[in-house]
């Protein structure tokens, strides 16, 4: 993890910093742009494996299946994983852009913390990561971790009083930026539990990341919505936007059987 992900991590960001003008906030920036555009063909596999999906659940032989063993639900899910193999469709191939964001949240996370050490101790522990071949690493430290009203090394509250508990703006942001992409890029379903599954995960994950965002520093929380901009973006930008799903809080209407 240290060597693979943090570490990497760690002195991206430091260079980004630099050449930004010692502004950690646009580092993050910047960072999840690069990061976006390095999965850009994972998240294109998945728009493309969204899509067979939604193509094979309307097709006549899943409708033959769902039809034929409607009383049998392990059969039909039997008939329906062989249907895949046939076809040389993986159902999985759809989650990977997923997966790969929760080792990128850790590593992000630990390397704010560890790019915004402060005492000696936390200073050694940052400079024994820099890679030995990139010179000048040490004299971009201790960093600037104020970005407009943040400390990015804490996370953000609202100043209402000295002991606020209140989430701060990047949190909302993030929960209403992950609605938006989770409705905007959800696609019709042809059955009652598929639109039922999409639409739990459509209110789970801005829960999930708007906790993440509320109780961690909020340099993660503006990596989050940065991202969820970005996905947003990119969605449109391929046509891949279902607008009539935004201002719904029913599951996708399932799709039109031909």
Request: charged share 15%; hydrophobic share 45%; aromatic share 10%.
């Amino acid at each position: 993890m240290n060597t693979f992900v943090i570490d990497p991590m760690v002195n991206i960001l430091l260079l980004i910093y630099g050449f930004l003008g010692h502004n950690f906030g646009l580092a993050i920036i910047a960072f999840t742009i690069l990061i976006r555009l390095i999965t850009l063909p994972l998240t294109l596999q998945q728009q493309r494996s969204t899509q067979k999906m939604q193509e094979m659940q309307q097709s006549k032989k899943m409708q033959d299946l769902q039809k034929k063993y409607k009383d049998d639900k392990q059969k039909l899910q039997e008939e329906t994983l062989k249907l895949y193999r046939e076809v040389g469709f993986n159902p999985l191939s759809g989650c990977l852009p997923t997966l790969i964001q929760f080792p990128i949240i850790i590593g992000l996370y630990q390397a704010i913390i560890l790019a915004l050490a402060a005492s000696p101790i936390q200073l050694l522990g940052l400079s024994r990561r820099f890679y030995p071949f990139i010179t000048g690493m040490s004299a971009l430290v201790p960093l600037d971790n104020r970005f407009l009203w943040m400390n990015l090394a804490q996370p953000e509250r609202l100043p209402i009083g000295p002991n606020s508990a209140l989430p701060g703006v990047l949190t909302i942001l993030v929960v209403i930026t992950t609605y938006l992409s989770g409705k905007l890029a959800t696609p019709p379903s042809s059955d009652a539990q598929g639109a039922q599954m999409s639409q739990m995960m459509t209110l789970y994950m801005p829960l999930l990341l708007g906790w993440f965002s509320y109780s961690f520093s909020a340099g993660l929380a503006l990596y989050f919505v940065v991202s969820n901009l970005l996905q947003i973006a990119q969605y449109a930008a391929f046509g891949k936007v279902n607008w009539r799903n935004l201002f719904s809080l029913r599951p996708p209407a399932p799709a039109k059987k031909p």
